[in-house]
């Protein structure tokens, strides 16, 4: 397995490789109980890549992914308490950023339920592309924030 700062590439199923998110010091916040959340993000973000690669059913796929929509819906209501108790001053960008990426995870959800199209590498790569910028920008901004006043 190789490493970089975000991801590994592991040998897996017919279509050859597969990349794996790694969790690693560059993705810590510096919050624990943010940081756990994250692993959780990252180990389930993991598990539809390599279900995309696999080739797995249709059903399968959006059960996974909504697997991922339900664990990041409450990672963000976890954040956003955490906010809101502290009295975080970019609180309204950050939710924004949160009902993005939920409502487009849910628009590649239809289209797999839909069956219009498979998942695509690119919808993975732009998963883990949104994932892995939101924790080191925007979640790293609120994590130093949350490290001094906590």
Not at 114 to 136: C, G, M, Q, S, V
């Amino acid at each position: 397995m190789c490493f970089n700062p975000f991801s590994g590439f592991v040998m897996s199923g017919r279509r050859g490789i597969v990349k794996d998110l790694v969790w690693g010091k560059i993705l810590s916040v510096g919050v624990d109980e943010i940081d756990e959340d994250h692993r959780r993000l990252i180990h389930i973000f993991n598990i539809l890549s390599h279900s995309v690669m696999e080739g797995e059913s249709p059903e399968y796929l959006a059960a996974t992914l909504e697997e991922l929509i339900n664990c990041t819906v409450w990672h963000f209501s976890h954040e956003e308490r955490l906010m809101l108790k502290h009295r975080y001053k970019e609180i309204e960008e950050h939710k924004a950023e949160h009902r993005d990426l939920i409502q487009s995870a849910k628009n590649l959800q239809q289209e797999i339920l839909r069956a219009d199209k498979p998942i695509a590498d690119e919808n993975i790569e732009f998963l883990e592309r949104w994932l892995t910028e939101h924790i080191l920008t925007a979640d790293g901004r609120l994590g130093s924030y949350l490290s001094q006043v906590m």
